[in-house]
């Protein structure tokens, strides 16, 4: 079973829906793995870059993207 993906990047609301933290930490969360990553300010993070990040299963996280 495939799961269709709607989008690549991941954003601090989706965030804050899979880890039940808030805005804020989600949003620095973020930050973190982009700094671990060393991305630029204006790029994204991918879901696959956040799953490998925090350890979750891409199949457990996708669900959770709204949009």
Known sequence: MRLEQKRVCIYPKDVQR???KSYRTAR??????KKHLNKQEHQFITIEE???YTGLKI????PLIVG
């Open 18 to 20: 899979i880890t039940g």
């Open 59 to 62: 199949e457990l996280v996708l």
């Open 50 to 52: 956040f799953c490998t």
């Open 28 to 33: 620095l969360l973020l930050l973190s793995i």
